[in-house]
C-alpha cells in the first residue's frame, strides 16, 4: 500500500511538472523566437550605427531593411538598407572546432566588406577564438569580395585589397572563416552580383 501511495505521488508529481514545463513553453514561444532573431538582427542594425533594446528591434529593423529575397526563414534573406544601399546578411558554417555564425555588411558595390560580426564561435579560446574579437574582424573593413577574399600571402603576389592577415597560432580557424564568409558572399549575392 505504501509503495502504491508512493507510485501515484510520483506520477502525480510528474504529470503536473511536465505540464507546468509545456504550459510554460507554450507561454513563451513567442518571446523565445523574437529573441532569437534579436541577436543578428541588432547586429545587422549596429552595423549601421543604431541600436535598441529587444521590446522595439522589430519596428526599426523593418523601417530599416527590406528583404531582397523571399527565402521562408528570415535569417537566410539578404537584406538591403532602405536608404544607405548596403546589403546584410546572416553567415554560418564550420571553424575548425565547431559551427562559426554571424553577420556581415557590404556597401552599395556590393563588394566592400562595411562591417563583419560574429555572434556566435567554439574555436580555442585565446588562438581561434580571436575570430570573434572587434580587433581581427575590423581588419575585413574594405576588404573585397573580387571575386573571393583570401588571406595574405608573405610575398605580397595577391591583390591587397581582398588580402586579410591569419589569425597567429589559428591557421586552421583562419583559413576556415574566410571559407565561410566566401561561400556565404557567393550563396547569398551569386544574384546581384
Same mark, same amino acid.
Given at each position: 500500500?505504501?509503495?502504491?501511495?508512493? &507510485? !501515484? &505521488?510520483? /506520477?502525480?508529481?510528474?504529470?503536473?511538472?511536465?505540464?507546468? +514545463? #509545456?504550459?510554460?513553453? +507554450?507561454?513563451?514561444?513567442?518571446? !523565445?523566437?523574437?529573441?532569437?532573431? *534579436?541577436?543578428?538582427?541588432?547586429?545587422?542594425?549596429?552595423?549601421?550605427?543604431?541600436?535598441?533594446?529587444?521590446?522595439? *528591434? !522589430?519596428?526599426? &529593423?523593418?523601417?530599416?531593411?527590406? %528583404?531582397?529575397?523571399?527565402?521562408?526563414? @528570415?535569417?537566410?534573406?539578404? $537584406?538591403?538598407?532602405? %536608404?544607405?544601399?548596403? $546589403?546584410? &546578411?546572416?553567415?554560418?558554417?564550420?571553424?575548425?572546432?565547431?559551427?562559426?555564425?554571424?553577420?556581415?555588411?557590404?556597401?552599395?558595390?556590393? /563588394?566592400? /566588406?562595411?562591417?563583419?560580426?560574429?555572434?556566435? #564561435?567554439?574555436?580555442?579560446?585565446?588562438?581561434?577564438?580571436?575570430?570573434?574579437? =572587434?580587433? $581581427?574582424?575590423?581588419? *575585413?573593413?574594405?576588404?573585397?569580395?573580387?571575386?573571393?577574399?583570401?588571406? %595574405?600571402? @608573405?610575398?605580397?603576389? %595577391?591583390? @591587397?585589397?581582398? #588580402?586579410?592577415? #591569419? +589569425?597567429?597560432?589559428?591557421?586552421?580557424?583562419?583559413? =576556415?572563416?574566410?571559407?565561410?564568409?566566401?561561400?556565404? *558572399?557567393?550563396?547569398?549575392?551569386?544574384?546581384? /552580383?
Amino acid at each position: 500500500m505504501k509503495n502504491l501511495k508512493l &507510485f !501515484i &505521488f510520483v /506520477i502525480l508529481l510528474g504529470g503536473l511538472t511536465a505540464g507546468l +514545463i #509545456q504550459g510554460m513553453d +507554450i507561454i513563451t514561444a513567442d518571446r !523565445i523566437k523574437n529573441n532569437k532573431n *534579436y541577436e543578428w538582427k541588432a547586429a545587422m542594425l549596429d552595423h549601421h550605427g543604431l541600436s535598441t533594446g529587444v521590446g522595439v *528591434y !522589430i519596428e526599426l &529593423f523593418d523601417e530599416t531593411f527590406t %528583404s531582397l529575397d523571399e527565402e521562408p526563414d @528570415p535569417i537566410n534573406r539578404v $537584406y538591403r538598407h532602405k %536608404s544607405l544601399g548596403t $546589403y546584410s &546578411f546572416f553567415f554560418t558554417g564550420n571553424g575548425l572546432w565547431g559551427e562559426i555564425n554571424g553577420v556581415i555588411t557590404l556597401e552599395s558595390d556590393k /563588394i566592400t /566588406i562595411l562591417k563583419v560580426t560574429v555572434l556566435n #564561435q567554439q574555436e580555442t579560446p585565446g588562438l581561434g577564438g580571436v575570430v570573434s574579437t =572587434r580587433e $581581427y574582424l575590423d581588419n *575585413y573593413v574594405g576588404v573585397k569580395f573580387d571575386p573571393n577574399i583570401s588571406l %595574405s600571402k @608573405p610575398d605580397n603576389t %595577391s591583390d @591587397p585589397e581582398t #588580402q586579410v592577415d #591569419q +589569425i597567429t597560432g589559428a591557421t586552421g580557424t583562419s583559413n =576556415r572563416f574566410i571559407s565561410i564568409l566566401n561561400n556565404a *558572399y557567393l550563396l547569398k549575392m551569386g544574384d546581384q /552580383i
